[in-house]
């Protein structure tokens, strides 16, 4: 009966943890990124100390590439490209009905009846919906920007902590050698997953860019980008990249032909990108079987939102080792209990 209260109140505090990190989700997710960030960025200092930067010089040298790779580069080909993408969205939304008004009409030939009122709330409901989106395109980016700087300040600062931090990390008090490999096991491999993941989205990304490109596809750059972005999700994200390139080179070209090729694309890229180079470079597996990649996707999304899902596996995998420790720590006090009790035991027989 203890063992079920137990595990009751092991539920009951997880439901509690998750629903507040679902209230103060705006919080959590931006010092998860500004963790993750640096995280991910954190080999460069430790390859320019390796190189026998001075520290100060190091420090320097990353922190002023960080700020003008993402400010000047980065953010650049991001405005440009969200720009460029809202001021078509009312001529694919144009093009868009009238594919629908052929559509109903080719059913219409064929004794299939569509109202017409149907085809007028589509077009509605749609102009309600895109144009707020469209016209918010420039505030959106305006508060974006804003909290990059955010991101790049405060991750400076934790960078300028880099050399130091592992000393100060062993003087706490409830931190002893074991507890810090542990944590030290589980930095190493999320920085591992997430590395080789920015590059493989990176890639993945490009390829679909140029490929798009080459078909005439239109705002390739958005989609490429997109494909970047979603390529961190698992299982979902390949899928949800694919719909946007569909529906714009169905509506640019009408052709048949074309869209089987950008299926066939993002096809092949993410089965070459995602299922046999990805594994390769990965070296191996994390414990996490697909089934639970796929719950955590779910869960991570409803608490913390599309960061959640984009992390939703260096979370996982930091809740895992979190649970694996707290594991071998029950494990080591059961042996010293029973030890004790044995130990006890045998004092008794002795003394009778």
């Given at each position: 009966?203890?063992?079920?209260?137990?595990?009751?109140?092991?539920?009951?505090?997880?439901?509690?943890?998750?629903?507040?990190?679902?209230?103060?989700?705006?919080?959590?997710?931006?010092?998860?990124?500004?963790?993750?960030?640096?995280?991910?960025?954190?080999?460069?200092?430790?390859?320019?100390?390796?190189?026998?930067?001075?520290?100060?010089?190091?420090?320097?040298?990353?922190?002023?590439?960080?700020?003008?790779?993402?400010?000047?580069?980065?953010?650049?080909?991001?405005?440009?490209?969200?720009?460029?993408?809202?001021?078509?969205?009312?001529?694919?939304?144009?093009?868009?009905?009238?594919?629908?008004?052929?559509?109903?009409?080719?059913?219409?030939?064929?004794?299939?009846?569509?109202?017409?009122?149907?085809?007028?709330?589509?077009?509605?409901?749609?102009?309600?919906?895109?144009?707020?989106?469209?016209?918010?395109?420039?505030p959106l980016m305006v508060s974006m920007l804003q909290q990059i700087i955010v991101v790049l300040?405060?991750?400076?600062?934790?960078?300028?902590?880099?050399?130091?931090?592992?000393?100060?990390?062993?003087?706490?008090?409830?931190?002893?050698?074991?507890?810090?490999?542990?944590?030290?096991?589980?930095?190493?491999?999320?920085?591992?997953?997430?590395?080789?993941?920015?590059?493989?989205?990176?890639?993945?990304?490009?390829?679909?860019?140029?490929?798009?490109?080459?078909?005439?596809?239109?705002?390739?750059?958005?989609?490429?980008?997109?494909?970047?972005?979603?390529?961190?999700?698992?299982?979902?994200?390949?899928?949800?990249?694919?719909?946007?390139?569909?529906?714009?080179?169905?509506?640019?070209?009408?052709?048949?032909?074309?869209?089987?090729?950008?299926?066939?694309?993002?096809?092949?890229?993410?089965?070459?990108?995602?299922?046999?180079?990805?594994?390769?470079?990965?070296?191996?597996?994390?414990?996490?079987?697909?089934?639970?990649?796929?719950?955590?996707?779910?869960?991570?999304?409803?608490?913390?939102?599309?960061?959640?899902?984009?992390?939703?596996?260096?979370?996982?995998?930091?809740?895992?080792?979190?649970?694996?420790?707290?594991?071998?720590?029950?494990?080591?006090?059961?042996?010293?209990?029973?030890?004790?009790?044995?130990?006890?035991?045998?004092?008794?027989?002795?003394?009778?």
């Amino acid at each position: 009966m203890s063992k079920i209260n137990d595990w009751l109140l092991k539920i009951a505090s997880i439901a509690i943890i998750m629903l507040g990190l679902k209230y103060a989700s705006a919080l959590i997710t931006q010092i998860l990124i500004i963790i993750f960030i640096a995280v991910i960025i954190s080999p460069i200092y430790y390859w320019l100390r390796r190189l026998r930067f001075p520290n100060w010089l190091a420090l320097i040298t990353l922190i002023v590439s960080m700020v003008c790779f993402t400010l000047f580069g980065i953010i650049s080909f991001i405005t440009q490209t969200i720009q460029k993408f809202a001021d078509k969205v009312p001529d694919y939304y144009t093009q868009f009905i009238q594919i629908v008004r052929d559509v109903t009409t080719w059913l219409s030939n064929h004794d299939v009846y569509v109202p017409e009122k149907v085809i007028d709330y589509i077009a509605t409901f749609g102009l309600d919906q895109i144009m707020p989106v469209v016209k918010g395109v420039t505030p959106l980016m305006v508060s974006m920007l804003q909290q990059i700087i955010v991101v790049l300040i405060v991750v400076s600062f934790i960078l300028c902590e880099l050399n130091s931090l592992p000393r100060k990390v062993r003087s706490i008090r409830w931190v002893d050698k074991d507890v810090y490999d542990r944590m030290l096991r589980m930095v190493l491999d999320i920085r591992h997953y997430m590395g080789i993941k920015t590059i493989i989205s990176a890639a993945t990304g490009f390829f679909i860019y140029l490929g798009l490109k080459l078909l005439g596809v239109p705002s390739a750059e958005a989609l490429g980008l997109l494909a970047f972005i979603l390529n961190f999700v698992p299982v979902f994200g390949s899928i949800l990249a694919t719909i946007p390139a569909v529906i714009l080179a169905s509506i640019n070209s009408g052709d048949s032909g074309i869209v089987v090729y950008v299926i066939f694309l993002y096809l092949v890229v993410n089965q070459v990108l995602g299922n046999i180079l990805e594994p390769k470079f990965m070296g191996k597996g994390f414990g996490i079987s697909p089934v639970v990649v796929l719950i955590a996707v779910l869960v991570w999304g409803w608490t913390l939102g599309p960061v959640g899902m984009l992390l939703a596996v260096p979370l996982t995998m930091a809740v895992k080792s979190s649970f694996d420790s707290l594991r071998k720590e029950e494990l080591a006090q059961e042996i010293k209990d029973v030890a004790k009790e044995s130990s006890s035991k045998e004092n008794q027989l002795d003394k009778e």
